[in-house]
């Protein structure tokens, strides 16, 4: 982000959901942030708070600069869509065991049970480049 005299600025995003979006998934805006004191020539990130957007949803969203003197003109609406992958778990084992016959046995009533467990996690975070120019 830029400003002439440059002075700190403050980056707004706003997102909603995707007018393609199939029916049921909700109209509208979903929310808006916004970050303060960007210096001049910087990137300004702004993360979308967690339980705001949800799985399946298409969405869309933009940013824009303001300085203390003037507002540039919002960007062109970027869209995107939300599939969070189903979490897995691997390299299951119970302890103690032994293989019988092709089965996997144990000789005690409080075996201990492991697994990998994997967990997909969403992290949504803007980030823009705009200049104000005049």
Known sequence: MSDPAGR???????????????????TGQIWTGSVDNVPEGTQASI???ANTLS???KVRWRVRAVSPTA??????W???????????????TITPSKVVDGTTV????????????TVAAIIAMWCCRLSIGW
Do not use: M
């Open 78 to 92: 970027q869209t995107f869509a939300i599939n969070v992958p189903e979490p897995s778990a691997t390299g299951l």
């Open 106 to 117: 144990t000789t005690t009533l409080t075996p201990a049970l492991a697994a990998e467990v």
């Open 8 to 26: 700190p600025l403050r980056a707004e995003a706003e997102n909603e959901h995707d007018p393609a979006a199939p029916d049921g998934q909700g």
């Open 55 to 57: 799985d399946g949803w």
């Open 71 to 76: 507002t540039s003109s919002r960007s062109d």
């Open 47 to 49: 993360a979308v708070p």
